[in-house]
């Protein structure tokens, strides 16, 4: 038996499926594709394979899971135990998730609670309960539209280094809300999915978030006369990640660069290569090659067994859709994916920051009975901060 | 790609030649070629296989082209006569040195690049740029064959990207050769199918065998007490048993660690809690994949030191860890005694 709150969330999910089935994204390649659910109050299941769109979408809504997942690779064998399945190919998919960002907003909504003595902190949980030391710690993390407005702009790097440096097509590169947190995006092209590896995939995702570059890359080499670096040294038109580097540089503060302001990036690098010893030097290029690259999530990318979420299911946490997006810039993640009811629900809020759904603000709640429409009655009980009162 | 190649290059590259025209070289008798020549060739030959156990590199001989490209040929049939594997290996490690050794003098970039696409088949494009971005490929197609170097040189990060292209300078593509030529040799003497090679080098090839033994295998003679876990492991566990919960990355080093050094699945579970919310918890099924796809199409080994550092979870001692590239060898190399010193 579910209790009152689970099976409410179920109840709403099981209607959204029923009436809107024709929102849920059939993936390609049905039958090469492993699928799993996480249904209400039960653990992740996993292994299953279908055979029709028919046969996945009746099972999705009669089962009205919090998560439903598909695998980002297809196999011979998909309904089979890991290793008898046999990895054919697999999307390429990349995942920003807001919490990953810092964002200074974090510390505004982000909340921990110790399991034994229910104190509550700020932001981050600390490795210990600093009342009792226990280590068992729940995390609330939150996303407003702030943080998500920063997973958007990541999104936005994303695009550009996948089109310029890795010359894949735009209309082959799509975006999705991720349902909760942040965002998704995967990689159309045959020719990319069948060639890359788990290695190679770990190598991109590298580049992708700027890990690893040498001095040496940015023509910074400490045997070379003063003209010869200049000869070297990256402009911000060059490709790839020696103009990235240049650019970022040119357009952020850096207190490194103080003596050098309003110089071009070449002039910049060529103040701290006088100015840093080698390993400190090195250190530094790496801080601003990480902000100039992009905050993915590597384990989604490198993972080639990763289950991802599928597209126009819900998110049990939210009760927003993973939803495909057709205009990045104007997409609003707190109107858009947002598609239960509006019908009222009375509930019980432990503790809620402020949030706004479809335009219309709520909370923020402290240990209070508040009726809510269904959306926000939803969000806030996936997240466990509300129960049905 | 098919090429027309001077028969001096083809000696120094006798692997471009038409498999069919080789086919006939393996069964090559002294009717064909006469005795001088036959012995010529059937000396190289050998030489080839005793240079590839002694130095474990073939050294060029261009005094006489004909015999070089002949006995590339009949040297693959001695090896292939013996049956022993880890010979097989190393014969395509030699000559692919041989090769590396002379296309690092060679100057005629086309026939360099003749010989990658031959050797890869992948599409290379010359660029007539500077030296150092004077050949592209797609990016994929070097990804799938770089990532085997460790240099960080050959990261994508510190490589020219543009539009879908990786471009490299001479030595890059050489060094890429080297492994393509290998893996292809080796290949095909994995498929090589020989009915009878002559008498006189038969009984050459038994005596091979016999004094050249397999190794025994690594996965035999490992056994690795805890004490010798490489830091970053040791982290790894400590956080398990002081309650913490280590990061997925750390999960995944420590699981893929103690799975090659000869741990089993129910081993490495029993060092997790029990609780398992599926997206941060390495659950069996989680350990049971990493383990069960060993040595399959997908591996999973062991991330590499340059990895785990990128991860902020490298803990390295100046005993082991300075002399290692991947934690699976910590404490398998000797130990470092006197303090490096270091350039700064
Ligand atoms: S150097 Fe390698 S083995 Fe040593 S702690 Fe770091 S990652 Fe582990
Ligand atoms: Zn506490
Ligand atoms: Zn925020």
Redesign the interface.
């Known amino acids: 038996m579910l209790d009152p709150t689970t099976s409410a969330l179920r109840q709403a999910f099981k209607e959204h499926y029923f009436r809107h089935s024709d929102r849920i994204e059939i993936p390609s390649r049905i039958q090469e594709r492993e699928f799993g659910y996480?249904p209400f109050g039960g653990?992740?299941i996993?292994h299953l394979s279908f055979k029709t769109s028919g046969e996945l979408i009746v099972a999705i809504a009669r089962k009205a899971p919090k998560g439903v997942y598909y695998s980002c690779g297809y196999y011979h064998e998909p309904a089979q135990?890991?290793?008898?399945k046999?990895?054919k190919s697999g999307d390429l998919v990349f995942d920003i998730d807001a919490d990953d960002l810092e964002s200074s907003c974090k510390d505004e909504h982000d909340r921990w609670t110790c399991r034994k003595c229910q104190h509550v902190g700020k932001g981050n949980r600390p490795?210990k309960c600093p009342k009792c030391g226990n280590?068992r710690i729940i995390q609330l993390n939150w996303a407003c539209y702030n943080c998500l407005g920063a997973a958007k702009e990541e999104i936005f790097k994303l695009l550009d280094i996948l089109e310029?440096?890795?010359?894949?097509e735009r209309k082959r590169l799509q975006t999705y809300f991720s349902g909760n947190m942040g965002y998704h995006l995967s990689v159309n092209d045959p020719?990319?999915m069948e060639?890359?590896?788990?290695?190679?995939r770990?190598?991109?995702a590298?580049?992708i978030a700027?890990?690893?570059?040498?001095p040496?890359?940015l023509g910074i080499d400490s045997h070379l006369s003063y003209q010869e670096l200049g000869m070297k040294l990256p402009s911000e038109s060059d490709?790839?990640?020696?103009g990235r580097v240049a650019r970022y540089i040119v357009n952020h503060e850096f207190k490194e660069f103080d003596e050098a302001k309003n110089l071009d990036a070449k002039s910049k690098l060529l103040l701290i290569h006088r100015t840093k010893?080698?390993d400190s030097l090195k250190k530094f290029l790496e801080k601003i090659?990480r902000a100039a690259g992009v905050a993915i999530d590597p384990?989604v990318t490198t993972d080639?067994?990763r289950i991802f979420r599928m597209p126009g299911t819900l998110h049990g946490e939210s009760g927003l859709e993973k939803m495909k997006i057709e205009n990045l810039e104007e997409f609003d993640p707190f109107v858009d994916p947002v598609v239960l009811k509006d019908e009222e629900i009375k509930v019980f809020v432990k503790h809620s920051p402020p949030f706004t759904l479809r335009g219309v603000k709520y909370g923020p709640y402290s240990k209070q009975e508040v009726v809510l429409p269904e959306t926000a009655a939803v969000y806030l009980m996936g997240k466990g901060l509300a129960q049905i009162a | 790609m098919n090429i027309q190649l001077a028969e001096a290059d083809l000696a120094k590259y006798p692997f471009l030649s038409q498999a069919g025209e080789q086919a006939k070289v393996y069964d090559l008798d002294i009717t064909e070629l006469g005795p001088d020549q036959y012995s010529l060739v059937a000396e190289r030959a050998k030489e080839r296989v005793v240079d590839t156990i002694r130095k474990r590199k073939v050294e060029a001989n261009l005094d006489n082209p004909g015999v070089e490209l002949l006995s590339f040929p009949l040297a693959m049939a001695i090896v292939k006569a013996t049956k022993l594997e880890h010979l097989a290996f190393y014969f395509a490690l030699a000559e692919a040195l041989r090769v590396e050794s002379l296309l690092v003098k060679e100057d005629n970039a086309n026939l360099i690049a003749d010989v990658f696409q031959n050797v890869a088949k992948v599409k290379l494009i010359k660029t007539y740029d500077d030296e150092k971005t004077s050949f592209a490929i797609n990016?994929?197609?070097y990804?799938?064959r770089?990532?085997q170097f460790h240099e960080?040189?050959w990261?994508?990060?510190?490589r020219?990207?543009?539009?879908?292209?990786v471009y490299l300078a001479k030595h890059h593509l050489v060094r890429l050769i080297r492994a393509e030529t290998q893996r292809m040799i080796y290949q095909r003497l994995k498929s090589l199918t020989i009915t009878k090679i002559p008498p006189q080098l038969e009984a050459f090839a038994q005596e091979i065998a016999l004094k050249n033994p397999p190794p025994p295998k690594v996965e035999d003679i490992i056994s690795i007490s805890p004490e010798r876990y490489p830091p970053c492991v040791k982290h790894a566990l400590d956080m398990l048993k002081n309650?913490?919960?280590p990061p997925?990355?750390a999960r995944?080093l420590m699981t893929t660690y103690l799975l090659n050094i000869g741990k089993s699945v129910d081993d490495v579970i029993t060092l997790f809690p029990r609780a398992?919310d599926?997206n941060e918890r390495i659950t069996r099924?989680q350990v049971?994949?990493l383990?069960?796809?060993k040595g399959?199409?997908?591996k999973y080994s062991v991330p590499s030191c340059?990895?785990v550092v990128?991860h902020s979870f490298c803990f390295r001692d100046n005993i082991y860890c300075p002399r290692i590239t991947n934690p699976i060898w910590y404490g398998r190399t000797s130990p470092v005694v006197k303090k490096v010193k270091k350039n700064?």
């Open positions: 996480w653990t992740m996993r135990p890991m290793a008898e046999g990895w490795g280590t310029k440096d890795f010359g894949v020719e990319i060639t890359l590896d788990q290695e190679s770990v190598e991109m590298d580049y700027g890990i690893g570059i040498l040496s890359t490709s790839g990640w020696r010893r080698h090659s384990s080639i067994h | 990016f994929a197609e990804l799938k770089a990532t960080p040189e990261n994508l990060i510190n020219p990207v543009s539009n879908g292209l309650g913490q919960d997925h990355f995944f398992a599926f099924y049971e994949h383990a069960g796809l399959g199409k997908v340059k990895t990128s700064a």
